[in-house]
């Protein structure tokens, strides 16, 4: 069964950066389009950014010019560079494909606090 495992947050001050990590046991993304989101506890899933199989890139409106999402050319790796934080990006912060997404992942919790 495919896994993602999501790292890199923790705790930083507002302002500060986080760089996030999504790495998959398999070449899952290879011909998609690899998506981050967050979720806060009782809320739904917020799809945040978006990069396609080509390398295009959209961003939800709360987080663009701060965050900058990537993928590699294995197909099994992505990233989220997460500057200029604010105490609203607080969340657990997830990996998966846009289109048939796989299992979720564990996440991984960003928090933002002075």
């Known amino acids: 069964q495919v896994q993602l495992v999501e790292s890199g947050g923790g705790l930083v001050q507002p302002g500060e950066s986080l760089r996030l990590s999504c790495v998959a046991s398999?070449?899952?993304?290879?011909?998609?389009?690899m998506a981050w989101y967050r979720q806060d506890p009782g809320k739904q899933r917020e799809l945040i950014a978006t990069?396609?199989?080509?390398?295009?890139?959209y961003y939800a409106v709360s987080v663009e010019g701060r965050f900058t999402i990537s993928r590699d050319n294995t197909g099994n790796t992505g990233v989220l560079q997460m500057n200029s934080l604010k105490p609203e990006d607080t969340s657990v912060y997830y990996c998966?494909?846009?289109?048939?997404?796989?299992?979720w992942g564990q996440g991984t919790q960003v928090t933002v606090s002075s």
């Open positions: 990069i396609t199989a080509d390398g295009l890139t």
């Open positions: 398999g070449n899952i993304f290879n011909g998609y389009a």
């Open positions: 998966n494909r846009v289109l048939h997404p796989l299992t």
